[in-house]
């Protein structure tokens, strides 16, 4: 079956880190990016960039790019995301997404994350 | 960075009533890869339209696509129990990629 499946729910302090994960199956980690889109409470979906395991690239969004990380484990088929000094606006529904091959067209979405940064 | 402004915020209808949603481009989309997709609560977006109007595997043909440069148009043409749901539309033409505001469908 053709899925991302993501890590579960994190409760984290403000200027802590907090790393996601995100497992791919069902097709070739390697030939599609992954991208990650967070969704905080009412606000609309922001695109935080992409990683690529095949090649090793990542691209992060100029928001997040001095805080965020992309990593890969390619005989794992997982893909990571880890946002550090977080504030209390990071809280929000975290994403991965892969893209179609082709274009960025994403196709295919994790179930979510819920990241809440509490005191 | 493309702007995207969706319109109404909000669409009261009827089940069997047809739903005209716009998004509108601060600048034309590139290839007019603009696609739609559609979100419940507590779940993941899901793609219905890529390159404005091309409808996703297993998307019913009640849902249609339209639009080029900077104008698009996503039309339910006579709404289900299961399309009452927010929808948003997102650009992938260009870095970064970005996404509107939403439109929520309501049943009235």
């Known amino acids: 079956q053709v899925q991302l499946v993501q890590s579960g729910a994190e409760v984290k302090k403000p200027g802590a880190s907090v790393k996601v994960s995100c497992k791919a199956s069902?097709?070739?980690?390697?030939?599609?990016?992954l991208h990650w889109v967070r969704q905080a409470p009412g606000q609309r979906l922001e695109w935080l960039g992409w990683s690529n395991a095949g090649h090793g690239n990542t691209y992060y969004s100029q928001k997040f790019q001095n805080r965020i990380t992309f990593t890969s484990d390619t005989s794992a088929t997982t893909a990571y995301m880890e946002l550090s000094s977080l504030q209390f606006e990071d809280t929000g529904v975290y994403f991965c997404?892969?893209?179609?091959?082709?274009?960025?067209?994403?196709?295919?979405w994790g179930q979510g994350t819920f990241v809440t940064v509490s005191s | 960075e493309v702007v995207l402004t969706q319109s109404p915020g909000t669409l009261s209808l009827s089940p069997g009533e047809r739903a005209t949603l716009s998004c509108r481009a601060s600048q034309s989309i590139s290839s007019n890869y603009l696609a739609w997709f559609q979100q419940k609560p507590g779940q993941a977006p899901r793609l219905l339209i890529s390159s404005a109007s091309s409808r996703a595997t297993r998307v019913p043909d009640r849902f249609s696509g339209s639009g080029s440069g900077t104008d698009f148009i996503l039309t339910i043409s006579r709404l289900e129990p299961e399309d009452f749901a927010v929808y948003y539309c997102h650009q992938y033409g260009t870095s970064p990629l970005t996404f509107g505001g939403g439109t929520r469908v309501e049943i009235k």
């Open positions: 069902g097709y070739s980690f390697t030939t599609h990016t």
């Open positions: 997404a892969r893209d179609d091959g082709n274009t960025w067209l994403l196709d295919l």
